[in-house]
């Protein structure tokens, strides 16, 4: 009988024993995390008028103020190569709802022309070779100032949508391709216009505080003002704020403006001075 008692309970304490080893392992197997970490191509959320694929934190808003000077740098001394002005100025602030979307509201002084916009990350793939983000962006924009006609004039508002596909070359050259659908184009004509263009930039990383960036975005179908807007800016990254000096044949900041194209071609160095700077803010 003691043998049988014997062998019972050391087969009970077996049974707890494994218990205790399979919970174990279940509670450990519970804290392993199954997000998948956030790519990061660039280190901004914008190149210069194009966006990236690159999102805010949630809960973060980031302040924008940009200029683009009318004067050209080719009148010299005498505008201070176009910074005595005048100028086109943007104000933005985003917030973001989540990692994936953000929001944002800005304003040009341009028609009065304010832009809602909201970013939406659909896909990343890691790579060691070449990892890609992409994002879509829809916005709608309404002129407040144009002409002699009412603000809530139907042929005020436009609408904008943008696929952002990035990708990332031996961490150091991040590739993006944007295209742009943009409705009633031209708020100044009788028809509704409507543009199709196939943006792209590029930025490469001299070190993780400077970068140089190229932007060139090339109407392919519909209305196009004069010219296709290019740009070259030199970028200084401080951590919180981003600082991009460029030149530019375009004056125009808000997307339903910059997707229209451009006053002045290239050639004969019809080039503009302006910059971008944009503050991050965490709460």
Known sequence: MKKILSAVCLF?????????????????????????????LFHSTESL?????????????????SHRF??????GIKTLFGIDGPVNMRLALGYA?????????????LNGNVDLRLKYKILQIPNGFLPAVAALRLG??????????????????????????NTLYGKTIGLGIVPSFLYNSSIFSREREHSVTLGTYAE?????????????????????LNANPMAFA???????????????????????QYLAGAEDPVKNNNWRLGFNITRLLKF
Do not use: C
């Not at 707890?16 to 392993?32: C, D, H, M, N, P």
């Not at 008028?49 to 924008?64: C, I, R, Y």
């Not at 989540?98 to 002084?109: A, C, K, P, Q, V």
């Not at 030199?234 to 460029?246: D, P």
């Open 12 to 40: 009970i304490a077996l049974l707890y024993t494994q218990g205790l080893a399979q919970e174990e392992r279940i509670e450990w197997k519970r804290t392993v995390s199954t997000e998948v970490p956030e790519l990061h």
């Open 49 to 65: 008028s194009l966006p990236t694929a690159d999102m805010l934190q949630k809960g973060d808003v980031q302040f924008e103020i």
């Open 70 to 75: 009318y004067p050209l740098v080719k009148t």
């Open 97 to 109: 709802l989540t990692n994936s979307m953000t929001l944002t509201l800005g304003r040009s002084n």
């Open 140 to 165: 709608t924009a309404w002129n407040t100032e144009v002409g002699n006609r009412k603000s809530s004039d139907n042929r005020n508002f436009q609408y904008y949508a943008q696929l952002i596909i």
């Open 204 to 224: 490469v990383y001299l070190t993780h505080a400077l970068g140089l960036i190229f932007e060139w975005n090339p109407t392919v179908s519909g209305y196009r």
């Open 234 to 256: 030199f970028e200084i990254n401080t951590g919180g704020h981003f600082f991009k000096i460029l030149l530019t044949n375009s004056t125009f900041l808000n997307p339903s």
